[in-house]
């Protein structure tokens, strides 16, 4: 079955600093890989996600990176702020009949210091 | 509309009790999951329905744990003979269908067995 490595585990960044989460991926035939943002506390939520036939994906301060041959993806933030802290999630979905299924990875704890 | 919601928010049963977890998607979503969260890890998948059929029911950690969902709607979760590590936080999310949308979560049921 498909796993997710994501590294790093922790993050600490000044406000204003970039931050990068990466993921690695196993199954070739995964082709959905969201991100959620989860604070303490609160239910995950989606900040962007990307499909296979896409490399790159924007969203003002995100991006999301997709690298199928290497079998990685990666979150990009631009200037981090303090709401940015959280724990982040990447995942991933196979095709076929599993396409529901999402492996998500270990998770990564952001932290935006002022 | 209202998001996903699930019920009870907490629970606390006694080792070898059953449970039932109960998970109320959007309105008009068709594709439902069940996710496990340990405290401090990540996501654990656990089940999917495409309307009231489970395409995959390969997460579900043992005979003890079933799930079902019926009218396209509502789902529950049913943990039989509830053991310790049985304990964590049980997720529900919802999405138009189940390739590749975003899945919507539920605020989650706190399941503690003693």
């Known amino acids: 079955g498909e796993n997710v490595e994501q590294h790093p585990s922790t993050l600490s960044v000044q406000e204003g600093d970039s931050a990068v989460i990466k993921c690695t991926y196993s199954d070739s035939a995964s082709n959905y890989f969201p991100w959620y943002k989860q604070e303490l506390g609160k239910r995950p939520q989606l900040i962007i996600d990307?499909?296979?036939?896409?490399g790159e994906k924007k969203d003002q301060r995100i991006a999301v990176t997709l690298n199928k041959t290497a079998k990685h993806f990666s979150l990009h933030i631009t200037e981090t702020q303090p709401e940015d802290s959280a724990v982040y999630f990447c995942a991933a979905s196979a095709g076929g009949t599993s396409y529901g299924k999402l492996t998500f990875g270990q998770g990564t704890i952001l932290t935006v210091h002022p | 509309g209202a998001g996903v919601s699930q019920s009870p928010s907490n629970k606390v049963t006694e080792k070898g009790k059953d449970v039932e977890l109960r998970c109320d998607p959007i309105?008009?979503?068709?594709?439902l999951y069940w996710y496990r969260q340990r405290l401090g890890q990540g996501l654990e998948f656990l089940i999917y329905f495409q309307g009231n059929s489970a395409p995959d029911k390969s997460g579900l950690p043992s005979d003890r744990f079933s799930a079902e969902r019926t009218g396209e709607s509502v789902s529950t979760l049913t943990i039989q003979r509830t053991q310790q590590e049985d304990s964590a936080v049980y997720l529900c999310?919802?999405?138009?269908?189940?390739?590749?949308?975003?899945?919507?979560f539920g605020p989650g049921t706190r399941l503690t067995v003693l």
């Open positions: 990307i499909r296979s036939n896409v």
């Open positions: 999310a919802s999405s138009l269908r189940a390739s590749y949308n975003e899945q919507f």
């Open positions: 309105s008009g979503h068709t594709a």
